[in-house]
């Protein structure tokens, strides 16, 4: 079976309460900042959705990947990657990247529901995070590589979000940190936030569901404050 992982992942917080605090502070948060109009050196309006359109989907993801490159003061990623569109399928993953293959698979639902600026957020996450972080682990130590290393993977691409989810961004990185939140507190048995705070229905809530009742307790294990060297990010990023 090929290895995979899917994205967003899930932000780990201390039980229920933590999470709830949590959750407010990023809804009070989110609340105080608007997303202009336009978004030009991205080529996007951040609040339009891709309305299915593959095409468009990817021109963002690439366009979003150079920028980033810039960003990051890297000269490449180090391999190429690619964009799959899948069936839809509530009991797989809505966006998840195959780091063996270098695939990013984004359901056609996702074209469907998600605006431009999430698919910003999509290719900071898979394709500046864990592609450039995997592509470098790989060639520099196979074994490790090949072992379980989630906090790393997912701590590596959330660094990568802090980073560059700024500015303009700001409000996608809050309000995708919003969607983990309540995602996992979906996982604990707290259904109530969902309704509570809008700004987090960052996908599908049948997709949540799914992943809670299929991984649970998964979105308790995640505590993204550890990476590693390889992290393009942490190498990268301009003081």
């Avoid at 999509?122 to 995997?134: K, Q």
């Avoid at 072992?147 to 809050?174: F, H, I, P, W, Y």
Wanted: glycine share 6%.
């Amino acid at each position: 079976m090929s290895r995979r992982f899917s994205s967003p992942s899930v932000l780990l917080a201390g039980g229920d309460g933590d999470l709830l605090t949590k959750a407010h502070a990023l809804s009070n948060a989110i609340q105080k900042i608007q997303y202009p109009h336009v978004i030009e050196e991205l080529g996007i309006r951040p609040q339009d959705l891709v309305h299915g359109n593959a095409h468009r989907a990817e021109t963002i993801l690439r366009n979003t990947v150079q920028w980033g490159l810039v960003k990051l003061n890297m000269e490449s990623l180090g391999r190429d990657w690619s964009l799959r569109v899948s069936d839809t399928n509530v009991e797989e993953a809505l966006v998840q990247y195959f780091p063996d293959s270098g695939v990013l698979e984004i359901q056609q639902r996702a074209l469907d529901v998600f605006r431009e600026v999430d698919m910003v957020v999509v290719a900071v996450h898979e394709i500046l995070g864990h592609h450039a972080h995997e592509t470098r682990v790989q060639r520099s130590d196979r074994t490790y590589y090949l072992s379980s290393r989630r906090n790393t993977q997912e701590g590596c691409a959330m660094r990568c979000e802090n980073d560059l989810l700024v500015g303009a961004l700001k409000r996608a990185g809050l309000e995708w940190k919003l969607f983990r939140v309540l995602r996992a507190l979906e996982d604990i048995g707290h259904l109530s936030g969902w309704d509570l705070y809008p700004a987090g229905h960052r996908m599908p809530r049948e997709y949540v569901k799914s992943y809670v009742r299929m991984y649970s307790g998964q979105a308790q294990h995640y505590v993204f404050v550890e990476t590693d060297e390889y992290c393009p990010c942490l190498l990268s990023a301009s003081p």
